[in-house]
């Protein structure tokens, strides 16, 4: 693991709790839940290659339904603030699950920027590839700029790119540093900024932190019940406001994580809040999702 790559003290032990019994499902409906989604995301992988001759706003409405069929199949309600806008923008959100993927995409599809090895996962990395993903080496520093060069030019062409900036999961109440690399592709593009607050009630189960095995993390939000996904649309930053990427990296921040403070005022601490004090960071975790 390269020294310079982001990475979150938060553990699954002390952030990824479960529900207690009264309030998860039973184990039959929440094996259901997992077929379903399982099946879910099986049908876009076979689908895909038919909505290559269809142009970019069909494609997206494909991309829409079925990404809101995957999150409902695992038994996920999706509530949605904010009007999304069609504009080509730098897509920015908080990172805490893959479940966020899915999520952003059902709202504000567009081209993510994903870690390379993700290209050679089984049935998703050339569904991935084959949808304008983007591959960062995040081994590789040397190869940042190249990256940052393909999403300039992917903004210019018009596209949507849709990236989490923290380069690592986080539980939900404590949150990461944003990156400022991607933002200098939006300044050399000419694009603005679109903030995206992504929260999870409750919010131990949807987070997908440490080593935290993904067959564990897809269990446990499909035995959640009643388990709310919110994407929170919050207002543009506007091309030219700033003229840095590391300014404009910290206003597109602040604006999240000042959403994420608001929210969790408004509901009952709880230890999880202290992951990032109580954890040494020696426990942080070497995988760093997209």
């Given amino acids: 693991m390269s020294a310079w790559l982001p990475g979150a003290p938060c553990t699954p032990r002390h952030c990824a709790r479960t529900p207690g019994p009264a309030a998860a499902a039973s184990r039959v409906r ?50 949605i603030t904010g009007t999304p806008h069609d504009s080509p923008r730098l897509v920015v959100a908080n990172h805490i699950s893959w479940l966020d993927i899915p999520l952003v995409a059902a709202v504000l599809p567009g081209r993510m920027l994903a870690k390379s090895e993700v290209r050679r996962w089984p049935l998703l990395g050339p569904l991935a590839a084959r949808g304008g993903t983007l591959f960062l080496e995040r081994d590789r520093l040397r190869s940042l700029p190249g990256t940052v060069r393909d999403i300039a030019e992917a903004l210019r062409g018009g596209s949507r790119v849709v990236v989490f900036p923290e380069g690592s999961t986080w539980c939900g109440r404590a949150h990461g540093r944003f990156r400022p690399a991607a933002f200098q592709a939006a300044l050399d593009a000419g694009a603005a900024v679109q903030p995206v607050r992504v929260t999870y009630h409750p919010a131990g189960p949807a987070a997908f932190v440490g080593d935290d095995p993904l067959a564990a993390s897809l269990w446990r939000v499909a035995a959640a019940g009643g388990l709310t996904a919110e994407i929170r649309i919050l207002p543009p930053i506007p091309a030219g406001r700033h003229t840095d990427r590391r300014s404009l990296a910290r206003a597109a921040q602040n604006a999240i994580h000042t959403a994420v403070a608001s929210d969790s005022a408004n509901r009952p601490s709880s230890s999880v809040h202290q992951c990032v004090s109580s954890i040494p960071a020696a426990d942080s975790s070497p995988r760093t999702p997209s």
Avoid: M, Q, Y
Wanted: with cysteine.
């Fill in 30 to 79: 929440a094996v259901g839940r997992l077929a379903a989604g399982t099946l879910a995301v099986l049908a876009g992988v076979l689908l895909a290659p038919l909505t290559a001759p269809l142009g970019r706003a069909a494609r997206e409405r494909a991309t829409r339904l079925w990404c809101r069929t995957v999150i409902r199949a695992f038994g996920v309600r999706l509530r």
